[in-house]
């Protein structure tokens, strides 16, 4: 079988039921961690019969759009989004932001190709503090295959694919450096439980050292900053490259505290598994 084909056969044996032939994730990869932040592009399609469900993030100088829409399929794999999501800064206490995103794209099988762009307005008490775009940005996406045969990492390509939360299709995109020898940053989305509530999030890891054995350990911790709490995060990557992609497991955690000290929630992913095809 050519290997689209070979692809698609294998992926109902190697990969949870919520990842089947209609779900695709991937992005834009990262070359490194200088200037990524704000070049941060995510995608993820689950597709049907004429029509998808496209959930994009594209980061922007002054903040993230990130929206969910569906779009209509033509015969030939295309489609186009173009939405708009209005609600709060979460970095900016009083500040409302309305973000239009726009992705369009084509679907062929279990690969996916296209551009994304944001625009981003915010607002405080009416008044426009501050405006922000992108160019146009070229993403992948893949349906991935979690193969069980190592393989060695392929230097300067991107890695395309989802992570096995389940409840709808979550990206993760990374690439490989020129040397062969590097991981570049590693971007996903994720689903952090917290008990009493679900929180949806997405993370740039910095990359790391590719072992000879084809695999790599990546791990950050870092803490964000609020008016009256600060969270705590710890993140993991661990995978290792296949013939045709590579595979691993993520887990992020959390614990979030008032600025007395008191625990107000801790949070976890759990230990959740990925996978990603050239």
Same mark, same amino acid.
């Given at each position: 079988?050519?290997?689209?084909?070979?692809?698609?056969?294998?992926?109902?044996?190697?990969?949870?039921?919520?990842?089947?032939?209609?779900?695709?994730?991937?992005?834009?990869?990262?070359?490194?961690?200088?200037?990524?932040?704000?070049?941060?592009?995510?995608?993820?399609?689950?597709?049907?019969?004429?029509?998808?469900?496209?959930?994009?993030?594209?980061?922007?100088?002054?903040?993230?759009?990130?929206?969910?829409?569906?779009?209509?399929? +033509?015969? $030939? !794999?295309? *489609?186009?989004?173009?939405?708009?999501?209005?609600? @709060?800064?979460? %970095?900016?206490?009083?500040?409302? =932001?309305?973000?239009?995103?726009?992705?369009?794209?084509?679907?062929?099988?279990?690969?996916?190709?296209?551009?994304?762009?944001?625009?981003?307005?915010?607002?405080?008490?009416?008044?426009?503090?501050?405006?922000?775009?992108?160019?146009?940005?070229?993403?992948?996406?893949?349906?991935?295959?979690?193969?069980?045969?190592?393989?060695?990492?392929?230097?300067?390509?991107?890695?395309?694919?989802?992570?096995?939360?389940?409840?709808?299709?979550?990206?993760?995109?990374?690439?490989?450096?020129?040397?062969?020898?590097?991981?570049?940053?590693?971007?996903?989305?994720?689903?952090?439980?917290?008990?009493?509530?679900?929180?949806?999030?997405?993370?740039?890891?910095?990359?790391?050292?590719? +072992?000879? $054995? !084809?695999? *790599?350990?990546?791990?950050?911790?870092?803490?964000? @900053?609020?008016? %009256?709490?600060?969270?705590?995060? =710890?993140?993991?990557?661990?995978?290792?490259?296949?013939?045709?992609?590579?595979?691993?497991?993520?887990?992020?955690?959390?614990?979030?505290?008032?600025?007395?000290?008191?625990?107000?929630?801790?949070?976890?992913?759990?230990?959740?598994?990925?996978?990603?095809?050239?």
């Amino acid at each position: 079988m050519r290997p689209a084909l070979a692809a698609a056969a294998l992926l109902a044996l190697a990969w949870p039921a919520a990842a089947r032939a209609a779900d695709l994730g991937g992005g834009t990869p990262g070359r490194g961690m200088g200037g990524y932040r704000g070049q941060l592009t995510v995608v993820s399609l689950r597709t049907a019969p004429g029509s998808a469900v496209v959930r994009a993030l594209v980061a922007a100088r002054c903040g993230v759009g990130a929206v969910k829409a569906r779009a209509t399929v +033509a015969l $030939d !794999g295309t *489609f186009a989004v173009n939405a708009v999501k209005r609600d @709060r800064d979460p %970095d900016e206490a009083g500040v409302r =932001r309305v973000a239009r995103v726009l992705v369009s794209g084509r679907v062929t099988g279990v690969t996916a190709t296209g551009t994304a762009r944001t625009r981003l307005k915010l607002t405080r008490s009416g008044h426009v503090v501050e405006r922000c775009r992108t160019g146009a940005r070229t993403w992948q996406a893949r349906t991935p295959v979690a193969e069980a045969v190592p393989g060695p990492p392929h230097a300067s390509r991107g890695y395309f694919g989802l992570t096995g939360q389940a409840t709808h299709p979550r990206a993760i995109v990374l690439r490989v450096g020129a040397g062969a020898d590097r991981v570049q940053p590693v971007a996903f989305d994720y689903a952090l439980d917290c008990g009493k509530r679900t929180r949806e999030g997405h993370n740039i890891t910095p990359g790391g050292v590719i +072992a000879a $054995d !084809g695999s *790599f350990h990546l791990a950050e911790r870092f803490t964000l @900053r609020f008016s %009256d709490a600060s969270e705590r995060q =710890r993140v993991k990557v661990s995978g290792r490259f296949t013939l045709h992609g590579v595979k691993g497991t993520l887990s992020v955690r959390s614990v979030a505290r008032s600025t007395s000290g008191t625990v107000i929630e801790r949070c976890q992913t759990g230990s959740v598994p990925f996978a990603g095809a050239l």
